[in-house]
């Protein structure tokens, strides 16, 4: 078992995938004529291609290959990632998908202009687009060329400068409508990757028994519980090159029965504000919510928004199975880290084609990379409009022709991609797991806050607006700096700068009010209108 | 229906569903703290809050999601019926 020199299955499959996913994406560019079609798919995309493609977006390498090895090293607090990561779609689905949509505009920063009539607040919104965005692409950039590594033997490099050229090529030509194609079909590939492997894994060995087996270190499990016999796992195996768990590990893992118990990694304090941070920053991440406004209606993205609970759901349903089943095969002796600490992501790799044949293997490959360029492209988009429509269009060159737009358009996505493929080279030993849980609670505690309350509270005003995205955003600075710092350990915000958001948008919004004049005020009133009123939808 | 009372029934049915959501899911660290071997004691041979957080909370959210769905969309239907 090797992850040494070129894997031909993987490699192929990976190469299958980017070939697709190009060809597919440049043949969309010819559909995409106007700005609306490059933005928002033309507002034509119906739900089942929108909930596949939502789904594709939001699943990153880290939830593919990452919430698996979470759970292989880290037990049950793993599980708390396959189910937090998808329950914030419940709080987008009851406060934000649907008003979002009727409210018919391109962008979040696009909501923040329209909602309170206020340029600021649009500048406020491109700049959190970006630092968010920001933040998620680089995980995703320095996961781009560790898994084409891992997985088909590429050097590093490379495997960030060709599959970083190819996303940008397709995004750059397809827009939303090339990008909407393709991550449908990368969703289907990354399910079929995590499901078909188990239909050979579970029938030999049921769930129970796997986690008998997962734990069995402690001596407590004995053979006899298992009823009908499982073959015995195969002892220590490790990955070439690569330190198995020393006892500093140990230490940090959990073994034995507390693998099955809860706080294996964090604390009550520590899982209460992951949670915050996962359920309410879904709900805020700029290139997801953009994904709401390329469908036709309202309704349509209520029910985009169920399937994508029922796509992702079954997804993460298999994670803890994987990771059972890794630590299983593998034992927990040999939960295997990388330089910056963090459960390899080769994890499903090992187990796949140690158990399941290189089919597996390959088709794990496959999904992979395919969730690799969904959310790359995802990610692009939203970094390209905010630069190109909320920045270009609507504050430096207000008078551009549609053209001149769409020139800007592509040109933003190039420099982005090139910027991007930069950033992957440079920060190789960048904590992937944790920038991507930065992300998180960046978005949980400004566009969250921001979107819930300007949807649903009319007297919400401009400075409460500010305030509360300010206030948010900043504590969350304040955390990560004083913990790279190393004047505190505490590393998640959420749990301290998502209320305080909250309240901050309260009491100035209550402070600011009364001093609107009724213009001011009907000026509130008829953006609130549009976000609710069933005939928005007509209009938009 | 008018407008405002779709808004005011939509807005409470939100309420209620978020209230659901969320005291299910962060009930559960509590759970665990106080009582953990309980927690962990095994149902269909699985620990229970292996179950329920990894099967049980995504069969919940589902629900939750097509009653919601289903009746704000009756809802607004309604609305522009009239």
């Known amino acids: 078992m090797s992850n040494g020199g070129i894997q031909v299955l993987p490699l192929i499959a990976a190469i299958f995938v980017l070939l697709l996913t190009m060809v597919i994406g440049l043949l969309s560019a010819r559909r995409t004529k106007t700005l609306s079609d490059y933005w928002v798919a033309g507002r034509s995309v119906g739900v089942f291609t929108n909930a596949s493609a939502i789904s594709?977006?939001?699943?990153?390498?880290?939830?593919?290959?990452?919430?698996?090895?979470?759970?292989?090293?880290?037990?049950?607090?793993?599980?708390?990632?396959?189910?937090?990561?998808?329950?914030?779609?419940?709080?987008?689905?009851?406060?934000?998908?649907?008003?979002?949509?009727?409210?018919?505009?391109?962008?979040?920063?696009?909501f923040c202009q329209g909602r309170f009539h206020s340029q600021r607040l649009r500048h406020i919104g491109i700049l959190w687009t970006v630092v968010i965005s920001a933040l998620y692409?680089?995980?995703?950039?320095?996961?781009?060329?560790?898994?084409?590594?891992?997985?088909t033997g590429i050097p590093w490099v490379w495997g960030v400068i060709v599959l970083g050229g190819v996303i940008t090529l397709y995004v750059a030509f397809g827009g939303m409508t090339g990008v909407t194609v393709t991550q449908m079909l990368q969703f289907w590939i990354m399910l079929t990757a995590v499901i078909a492997p188990l239909f050979i894994l579970l029938p030999k060995h049921n769930y129970s028994e796997l986690l008998l087996h997962a734990y069995r270190d402690t001596g407590e499990v004995v053979a006899a519980e298992v009823s009908g016999g499982i073959e015995e796992p195969p002892g220590l195996l490790t990955v070439e090159g690569t330190a198995a768990f020393t006892e500093a590990e140990q230490e940090r893992f959990p073994t034995g029965r507390d693998w099955v118990r809860p706080f294996g990694k964090w604390n009550l304090f520590g899982s209460v504000s992951l949670l915050i941070a996962l359920v309410c920053g879904t709900a805020g991440l700029p290139h997801i919510l953009a994904r709401f406004y390329t469908n036709p209606n309202a309704a349509k993205a209520r029910w985009s928004t169920v399937w994508v609970l029922v796509f992702i759901g079954l997804f993460y349903i298999t994670t803890p199975i994987w990771g059972t089943y890794a630590r299983m095969v593998l034992g927990p002796e040999a939960v295997l880290v990388n330089e910056a600490g963090q459960p390899n992501p080769n994890t499903m790799m090992l187990v796949t084609s140690f158990d399941a044949g290189e089919w597996a293997k390959a088709l794990v490959a496959a999904g992979a990379i395919a969730a690799l360029l969904s959310t790359v492209s995802g990610l692009l988009i939203a970094l390209s409009s905010a630069f190109a429509h909320d920045f270009y269009g609507e504050i430096l060159y207000r008078e551009a022709s549609d053209k001149q737009k769409m020139i800007a358009a592509k040109v933003a996505v190039i420099i982005f991609g090139g910027v991007a493929i930069g950033i992957g080279l440079t920060f190789r030993d960048a904590n992937i797991a944790w920038m991507v849980g930065l992300a998180f609670a960046v978005a949980a505690s400004t566009f969250f806050p921001l979107l819930t309350c300007g949807i649903w509270w009319r007297r919400m005003t401009?400075?409460?607006?500010?305030?509360?995205?300010?206030?948010?955003?900043?504590?969350?600075?304040?955390?990560?700096?004083?913990?790279?710092?190393?004047?505190?350990?505490?590393?998640?915000?959420?749990?301290?700068?998502?209320p305080a958001a909250f309240l901050a948008i309260y009491i100035v919004s209550k402070l600011t009010y009364s001093k609107h004049n009724d213009e001011q005020c009907d000026a509130l009133d008829i953006a609130f209108h549009a976000l609710h009123h069933p005939d928005s939808d007509k209009a938009g | 229906m008018k407008y405002e009372q779709m808004q005011d029934k939509q807005l409470k049915l939100s309420i209620l569903l978020a209230a659901i959501f969320l005291v299910s899911m962060f009930i559960v660290p509590f759970l665990n703290n106080s009582m953990t071997d309980a927690m962990i004691a095994p149902v269909l041979g699985i620990p229970f809050v292996w179950l329920f957080v990894g099967i049980v909370l995504h069969l919940e959210f589902w629900i939750m999601a097509i009653v919601y769905t289903t009746l704000s969309n009756r809802w607004e239907g309604e609305v522009t019926d009239e």
């Open chain 1, 56 to 110: 594709s977006n939001y699943l990153s390498a880290a939830s593919f290959l990452g919430v698996a090895a979470f759970v292989w090293a880290n037990g049950f607090d793993g599980v708390w990632y396959a189910t937090g990561f998808a329950a914030g779609y419940i709080l987008l689905l009851l406060f934000i998908a649907s008003p979002l949509r009727r409210f018919g505009q391109y962008t979040i920063p696009d």
């Open chain 1, 137 to 151: 692409i680089i995980a995703q950039m320095v996961g781009v060329g560790t898994l084409m590594e891992a997985v």
């Open chain 1, 462 to 498: 401009e400075k409460g607006a500010i305030a509360g995205i300010m206030t948010g955003g900043l504590i969350s600075a304040v955390v990560v700096i004083g913990k790279l710092a190393n004047a505190w350990e505490f590393e998640q915000p959420a749990v301290i700068s998502v």
